[in-house]
């Protein structure tokens, strides 16, 4: 899977493409980058044309002058306008919910429709949380090569013991068994995995309601009511601020990665059925 650089005048984008037919925008989450994969399932590259910008601050988009999520939308429109691409669905994942609710808001004629998939809406950490304190050591653009080339070594050796950790971080749901296919689709995802300066500026990023209220396309909420790393709250803030809007509730095994376990098949194809309708 190969990824392309281009020029634009709003900087250097990073991004992957494949398919033909309705394109589909993927606004990757926290971590990750052009090489996306999961969000990919159930997709058919005969009647769907895939574009998975990396984000900037990840893969080899430089931060720069976009740290704010509208910044990064008018950055993705520059790709789109080189690529020919008039419209698009937007499909935005966890962390990168903010580029795309600009993305819907500021570009109507652009984006045909929206979804947000486990998608932040809001402000998404607290500074005075444990949590955000935690982020800022171990995902800090100093030491994130270090932590994920620890779980990516440790990965390989013990493979059930990194995937029951991070299982926690993704699901409410207690830990039980897990299934080696799963582990093996959530150790793959992560392979290409890298915060970069990325996802620091993520969590520091907030967006105005009024942005959320401006959007007038048709847009699907897909979010889990056991996801442990977007707080379902998110999903709810946005069907109330978004006027046309449909929420489906996930009771998921996985949470946060809607796209692994027995059960993901059910809810990417309710996605795919929003796209088609």
Request: overall charge positive; glycine content about 6%; some cysteine.
């Amino acid at each position: 899977m190969s990824c392309e650089i281009i020029n634009t005048k709003l900087g250097k984008i990073e991004y992957y493409s494949e398919g033909k037919g309705v394109p589909v925008l993927f606004v990757h989450g926290g971590h990750s980058n052009c090489h996306e994969f999961l969000c990919k399932k159930g997709f058919d590259l005969e009647k769907f044309h895939l574009i998975i910008p990396s984000r900037p601050g990840y893969g080899r988009t430089p931060l720069d002058n976009t740290k704010t999520p509208k910044q990064a939308a008018n950055l993705i429109i520059e790709l789109l306008n080189h690529l020919s691409i008039d419209n698009v669905i937007v499909y935005g994942i966890s962390a990168g919910g903010l580029t795309a609710i600009e993305l819907a808001a500021n570009y109507p004629d652009r984006v045909k429709k929206l979804i947000l998939a486990s998608a932040v809406s809001k402000r998404w950490l607290d500074e005075d949380e444990k949590i955000y304190k935690i982020t800022q050591i171990i995902f800090n653009p100093k030491t994130e090569r270090i932590t994920w080339g620890i779980v990516r070594i440790f990965s390989k050796i013990f493979p059930y013991m990194i995937a029951k950790s991070f299982y926690t971080q993704f699901s409410k749901n207690p830990i039980h068994k897990l299934k080696m296919k799963d582990i093996q689709e959530l150790l793959l995802s992560m392979k290409h995995y890298n915060s970069k300066m990325g996802f620091l500026n993520d969590i520091s990023q907030n967006i105005n309601v009024e942005i959320l209220k401006n959007i007038k396309c048709s847009t699907l909420i897909i979010h889990s009511k056991n996801d442990n790393s977007v707080p379902f709250e998110h999903a709810l803030y946005s069907k109330k601020m978004i006027e046309n809007t449909k929420l489906i509730e996930l009771n998921n095994e996985w949470g946060h990665l809607f796209w692994i376990g027995t059960d993901s098949k059910k809810s990417i194809e309710k996605t795919i059925e929003f796209i088609e309708e």
